[in-house]
């Protein structure tokens, strides 16, 4: 994951005075001036927009986030918002909101806790319980149940190992057991699938596919397909996709967002906000080679007015 490449840097004239002004300007007399809102706040770092929003607050009492809530509506409104929150801060509210009300959107909690590094999730979990004084451990025991909170509650450890280091002799063992978990038994034995999944580094895993492929003649995703089901399958299948691709994996995520009738755009802000800063420039590189257009021509066909202008900006 050398080659990580982000769509937003720090704004190198960054100028907090001038952008809190053109933002007030931007939201007074008739109408909003949605397009001076974009031309800031996508070409600002979150760590500049966080200045910007504690500025406008000492400049004019206000607080940024109400004042655009007044003017902004939809998916718009969604993203700016999200933009203006730390991306950590972000992520817990949105593992929050998974949590919330009836069922579980575990979609989300696959998405965010498979996809995060170690230090990612100890920030997670401090995060929550700083945002909604609750326990995100507790509350992922309690929605969800067997082995996805098995295996949730294993990614919370933040246990991976994050070398770069690969044991051969490991991942032949690992791939056997992975074998004899699966395929060649009745029933699947869940928790080795889990605890390989969960605690080995990413070249480690992408040896042991190679190892378990080898053995059994199947590619490690269709063992998956045809062995388990339900969400399980679909965290499993995740933490496949990460350790061989993060980028194709997010590229995937919206493609599947934007696919059928209606777009999903809860999961394109997500991804598309969250992603911006660490490695959105290599998912548009992965999604043109898998899906033969543009990320940005998929948004373009896809969403509509200020909501599209500033994912567009986004992506630049």
């Known amino acids: 994951m050398g080659n990580c490449q982000p769509t937003v840097v720090p704004y190198e004239d960054f100028d907090v005075v001038a952008d809190i002004k053109a933002i007030r300007k931007a939201c007074k007399g008739l109408g909003t001036d949605e397009q001076a809102i974009i031309d800031i706040l996508a070409n600002r770092s979150a760590a500049q927009r966080l200045e910007i929003k504690q500025a406008y607050f000492d400049k004019y009492d206000d607080e940024l986030v109400e004042v655009l809530k007044s003017e902004l509506t939809g998916s718009f409104e969604n993203a700016i918002i999200a933009m203006l929150d730390p991306p950590h801060?972000?992520?817990v509210k949105e593992l929050r909101k998974a949590m919330?009300?009836?069922?579980?959107?575990?979609?989300?909690l696959v998405e965010i806790l498979c996809?995060?590094?170690?230090a990612e999730i100890a920030t997670y979990?401090?995060?929550y319980t700083h945002v909604h004084d609750r326990d995100l451990e507790a509350d992922i025991e309690a929605d969800t149940s067997g082995d996805v909170r098995r295996l949730l509650t294993l990614l919370l450890e933040g246990?991976?190992?994050?070398?770069y280091e690969v044991d051969e002799a490991l991942a032949e063992q690992d791939a056997v057991s992975l074998f004899e978990a699966g395929e060649d038994c009745f029933g699947t034995d869940e928790s080795t699938f889990s605890f390989i999944l969960a605690t080995r580094n990413y070249l480690q895993l992408q040896v042991t596919f190679k190892a378990y492929e080898a053995i059994s003649g199947t590619e490690i995703l269709d063992a998956i397909d045809?062995?388990?089901s339900g969400t399980l399958k679909d965290c499993y299948t995740a933490l496949v996709r990460c350790a061989?691709?993060?980028q194709l994996y997010f590229a995937r995520k919206l493609n599947a967002a934007m696919k059928g009738a209606g777009t999903d755009e809860d999961t394109l802000i997500r991804n598309i906000v969250c992603r911006s800063e660490i490695d959105l420039e290599t998912i548009k590189d992965m999604y043109l080679e898998k899906y033969d257009v543009s990320l940005k021509d998929a948004i373009s066909s896809e969403c509509g007015g200020d909501f599209k202008r500033l994912l567009l900006a986004i992506l630049h």
Not at 115 to 118: D, H, K, L, P, Q
Not at 159 to 163: F, G, V, Y
């Open 89 to 91: 801060v972000f992520a």
């Open 100 to 108: 919330k009300g009836a069922g579980t959107d575990e979609d989300i």
């Open 115 to 118: 996809t995060s590094t170690n």
């Open 125 to 127: 979990k401090e995060t």
């Open 159 to 163: 246990n991976r190992d994050e070398s």
């Open 226 to 228: 045809k062995e388990i």
């Open 244 to 246: 061989k691709n993060p």
